[in-house]
Structure formats: C-alpha cells, structure tokens
C-alpha cells in the first residue's frame, strides 16, 4: 500500500499570497495519478486536480499540480477567500487506492 | 445533474452487519466506475472499494479486505456495500463517488453520505 504524506498540516495565510502544499508518496505512484481535493466544513470533498497536473471541471487556472518523482505539489497561485479549506491528495494509480491525511490551509 | 443518494447506515454491534445502498442519477451509470470513501467523525477521508462500470473487477482497502463487498445492479443505477464483521473503528459517514471516467480512480461527484456507528 503507498502511504501519502502531505506537509505542513496547516498552512496559515492571507488572502491573495501562494499557497503550497505539498504530498509525498512512499513508493512511485503508477503514471503519477495523484489527485487533489478541497473539503470544507460540512461539506463533500471537490476534485481539484487529477493525473498530478490536470484542472478538474470549473477549477480556476488559480490552481496548479506538479511531479516530481514521488513528491507532488499543489499550488494556488493567489489565494481566495473561497480557497481555505482541508486539501487531501490521493493516488489513483496503484491499488488499493490511498489517501494522504489532509492539509489545513486557514487564515493567518 | 448528478445525484448520489445513500441509505443503510445506522447503528449496529461490533461484529454485526449493515448493506450500504447508493442510488445514481443524472448520468450513464453503467459506464463510469464507482467508489465508497469513507470518513470518522471530524477525521480525514479513507478510500474503502472501488468497482468498474460492468462490475467485473473490485477493490478493497487493506483495513477492510475479507469484511466487505461491493457490487453494483446496472440495471437499477445502485451500488452497494456489504459489510461484515464490523468493527468500532469503521463508524464512519459512508460516501459513494464516481469516478471522473477513462479508467481514472479519481471521484468527481460525491453523496451526502450515511453514517455507520459500530458500538455496543
């Protein structure tokens, strides 16, 4: 099973700076299928990016992944304030299936 | 519009059993491959099973290999969840999610949700 470790755990910052975050994977992670998503309180999680770098339906250029090797990162670029909120990577390219522990990214 | 409605959760007995159920709409339910997550109270989300669109193939987290099933009826747009041998540590609210499509493990649309409490 690939273990997902995702860093810092929160991440306090102003609206209109970078945000990023990052997700490291135990193992390499078959054709770096590596999702992100966005979970706000009392909410269901929406998918922001899949395949490591690929923009989900409706998610703003704002937002952008990367690989490299077994890490991967995510970036918003701009922060606003509809952006904080819980972000959990997860690999979809080995089973079974994992999820990281999630990034808290608050106001600062 | 997609829709996801889950039902079957509730309160049960470590060792006991409960049959998770997912109505789909709005889409080619057939085609798409599906998937339950699940997630403990104010804890982070835990992939569970994940099945393709005919139903051939399944998958299983490690915590839950052996305990649950999944399946799905094609003709009736729902997908389910067995589930055995509960323990105190899958009380949880339970998710279906779809799939964005293409073989791709990663879910687009999400239920509310069902909550599953294992406790004596």
């Known amino acids: 099973e690939i273990v997902l470790t995702q860093s810092p755990g929160t991440l306090s910052l102003s609206p209109g700076e970078r945000a990023t975050l990052s997700c490291r994977a135990s193992?390499?992670?078959?054709?770096?299928?590596l999702a992100w998503y966005q979970q706000k309180p009392g909410q269901t999680p929406r998918l922001v990016i899949y395949?490591?770098?690929s923009r989900a339906t409706g998610i703003p250029d704002r937002f952008s992944g990367s690989a490299s090797g077994t890490d991967f990162t995510l970036t918003i670029s701009r922060l606003e304030p509809e952006d904080f909120a819980v972000y959990y990577c997860?690999?979809?390219?080995?089973?079974?299936?994992?999820f990281g522990p999630g990034t808290k990214v608050d106001i600062k | 519009e997609v829709q996801l409605l889950e039902s079957g959760g509730g309160l049960v007995q470590p060792g006991g059993s409960l049959r998770l159920s997912c109505v789909a709409s709005?889409?080619?339910?057939?085609?798409?491959?599906m998937t339950w997550v699940r997630q403990a109270p104010g804890k982070g989300l835990e992939w569970v099973s994940g099945?393709?669109?005919?139903?051939?193939?399944?998958y299983y987290a490690d915590s839950v290999k052996g305990r649950f099933t999944i399946s799905r009826d094609n003709s009736r747009n729902t997908l389910y969840l067995q589930m055995n041998s509960l323990r105190a540590e899958d009380t949880a609210v339970y998710h279906c999610?779809?799939?964005?499509?293409?073989?791709?493990?990663?879910?687009?649309?999400w239920g509310q949700g069902t909550l599953v409490t294992v406790s004596s």
């Open positions: 999610a779809k799939t964005i499509g293409s073989g791709w493990y990663c879910f687009d649309d």
């Open positions: 709005g889409f080619t339910y057939n085609i798409y491959a």
């Open positions: 099945i393709s669109g005919s139903g051939d193939n399944t």
């Open positions: 193992q390499s992670v078959n054709g770096n299928y």
């Open positions: 395949g490591a770098s």
């Open positions: 997860q690999q979809h390219g080995n089973t079974p299936f994992t």
